[in-house]
């Protein structure tokens, strides 16, 4: 699993990542209370929107940590936007994406960078 | 970059950082948005039991004459007339002990803040008015106020004082135990209590459509005051964030948002809060606009709507079916009672009726909105019977 500074994780498997966002990012949002996940077929580059949280308070955008295309979407999540908040490393998946690059996997930082990064906040 | 300018605390703030609230800036103040049970348990606690709010960025004041005449209804009839250059209520028919919700008006009759206003009960104190004005209006309020009326009255902002809420269906029980005879206040009453050694200052009102008291203490004791109603099991701390949805779905408007300086109180749907002997005197700021408005019809009307998907938030376009743009959200989010996104919007008159289906556009998508009658959630006050 690898990790942007926007909190969203990756996890690469073949062609194939699932992307989400981490418990650090679900514990600041608080009680998520709708999900918008993407249409399958979109493409997108690193950075642009993915999906969209909401928590009872505000609107957040989830960023594509890498270039790709959606492939799959938790369709749950719409029905139960709190699995966010309860399980946001794992069942809480947002989005499959084909990548293009696994190369742009290596630039995202792994799971002890990504704790370190947390410190500085 | 500018600098930040330090943010003020209010006398609770460690109270708050010891039970881990997050704090969030608010009208110039560092203010909890949510505690560690977080937004939707905090609303539902209050709904269902006794929340306790930190206030204390509000503007607490008092306005009293400066030559009173020592003759208590002489008194209160002069210090009413002098408040009522400014807003549209009958202040000078206010029973004694009995609080109302106003408006500062502008001369074109738009809303420069919604108060409250209470008349105390004692024959020495008839030469006076205690007012609450909003956070973020503070500064502009207490100096429209001070200069309109200087040479007859002074405002003196009660500055060392507290305002903690305690609000829901357990308030009254909860209260009961440190105050007995703050039972004996119906909504929109207010009176002054004895705790231990101070002086409480409480009205029977508050900003969620549940039963509660707002009281008035000073800084010093408000810690402990704070502290001992938390002791009681019925009460949880509740934040800005909880604070907004329950007034959302009480239909309460919030200033800066469903209210300002270019939306009159017939817009807003607030007529209630407009005397029928001022009206008749057009006696007031923007008498003759909010006179016309109630002839003719305003141009808009703030309406409640239940909203499909997504959350509609502030600045959301209202769209009628086939798309032309007729209004647009000024306060939106997700109501934990009715579980589902709701909002309060101005449109035409011609599309407020309760039914009316709308379309809110979020993310450019638009998404099923019916206007529905206010409240949203039916408001719980102690009403006299």
Known sequence: MRFTKDHEWIELNGDIATVGITAYAAEQLGDVVFVETPEVGKVVKAGQSLAVVESVKAASDIYAPIDGEVVETQAALSDHPETVNEDPESAAWFAKLRIADPAQIDSLMDRDAYEAFLDTL | ?385
């Not at chain 2, 973020?136 to 200087?150: E, M, N, S, Y």
């Not at chain 2, 900003?207 to 408000?222: C, L, P, Q, R, S």
């Not at chain 2, 907004?244 to 807003?268: K, Q, T």
């Not at chain 2, 997700?334 to 809110?360: E, Y």
Request: aromatic share 6%; proline share 8%.
């Open chain 2, 1 to 385: 970059m500018q600098p930040e300018q330090a943010l003020l605390k209010t006398p609770l703030h460690s109270a708050h950082a010891e039970a881990k609230a997050r704090f969030t800036p608010f009208a110039g103040y560092d203010m909890p948005v949510q505690y560690a049970d977080g937004v939707l348990t905090e609303h539902r606690w209050a709904r269902e039991h006794a929340g306790l709010f930190d206030v204390s960025h509000m503007g607490p004041a008092v306005l009293h004459l400066n030559s009173p005449s020592g003759d208590p209804e002489r008194d209160h009839a002069a210090i009413a007339a002098a408040l009522e250059q400014l807003v549209p209520a009958d202040l000078q028919r206010l029973k004694r002990g009995r609080q109302r919700y106003t408006f500062l008006l502008n001369a074109n009759g738009g809303i420069i803040d919604d108060l409250m206003v209470l008349r105390p009960e004692r024959d020495d104190r008839q030469d006076r008015l205690f007012l609450v004005v909003n956070a973020g209006t503070k500064p502009a309020d207490f100096a429209l106020i001070g200069q309109a009326l200087a040479g007859t009255a002074t405002l003196t902002p009660l500055a060392d004082h507290a305002l903690i809420a305690l609000q829901g269906p357990e308030a009254a029980a909860v209260f009961a135990a440190l105050v007995p005879q703050a039972l004996d206040l119906s909504f929109m009453q207010g009176r002054w209590f004895g705790w231990e050694s101070h002086f409480l200052s409480v009205t029977r009102s508050g900003y969620t459509g549940e039963d509660g008291f707002e009281i008035m203490i000073d800084n010093e004791a408000a810690p402990a005051l704070w502290t001992r109603l938390l002791e009681d099991g019925r009460v949880r701390p509740i934040g800005l964030g909880a604070r907004d949805s329950l007034r959302l779905e009480a239909g309460l408007p919030l200033y800066g948002h469903d209210l300002d300086e270019s939306i009159s109180p017939v817009e807003a749907g607030l007529t209630f809060a407009l005397s029928k002997r001022r009206l008749a005197a057009a006696d007031f700021p923007g008498a003759a606009r909010i006179l016309g408005e109630l002839a003719d019809g305003p141009e808009r009307v703030r309406v409640g709507l239940k909203v499909q998907g997504a959350p509609a938030r502030e600045g959301a376009d209202i769209a009628t079916p086939d798309g032309a743009v007729v209004g647009r959200v000024t306060s939106g989010g997700f109501s934990p009672t009715l579980s589902q996104p709701i909002a309060l919007a101005f449109v035409p008159p011609a599309l407020a009726a309760p039914g009316t289906r709308l379309n809110a556009i979020v993310r450019g998508k638009p998404q099923p909105a019916e206007v529905v009658a206010l409240p949203f959630v039916p408001h719980r006050y102690a009403r006299q019977p």
